[in-house]
Nanobody, 123 residues
Framework: QVQLVESGGGLVQPGGSLRLSCVVSGFDLEKYPIGWFRQAPGKEREGVAAISNYDGKTYYSDSVKGRFSISSDFAANTVYLQMNSVKPEDTAVYYC????????????????WGQGTQVTVSS
């Protein structure tokens, strides 16, 4: 059984940084794609970042490119989303997601979802 458990959300000021973590079980991080989606109030879920550790591919949405970074720790079975220079428009529930194949950019490509963690960017 695949489980994705997020943590690290909270309140952060504009321009600040936050790191989200996703502990993975029942899923091979080294073999299959994993990533992060987000959903802001009144908006559809959006693919933010994804990584395929098998062949080194990465994906970032235009809205976070250059500010967010995704990485994996195989020993800890954990995927991270480092969020820098955050903006109020980054406020959303962030979901850890996984799939069995690349790409991992749209909701219909997601096979597994975590429960989500709230990120609020506000002064």
């Amino acid at each position: 059984q695949v489980q994705l458990v997020e943590s690290g959300g909270g309140l952060v000021q504009p321009g600040g940084s936050l790191r989200l973590s996703c502990v993975v079980s029942g899923f091979d991080l080294e073999k299959y794609p994993i990533g992060w989606f987000r959903q802001a109030p009144g908006k559809e879920r959006e693919g933010v970042a994804a990584i395929s550790n098998y062949d080194g591919k990465t994906y970032y949405s235009d809205s976070v490119k250059g500010r967010f970074s995704i990485s994996s720790d195989f020993a800890a079975n954990t995927v991270y989303l480092q969020m820098n220079s955050v903006k109020p428009e980054d406020t959303a529930v962030y979901y850890c997601v996984a799939s069995t194949r690349w790409p991992l950019e749209t909701s219909d490509q997601v096979v597994y979802w975590g429960q989500g963690t709230q990120v609020t960017v506000s002064s």
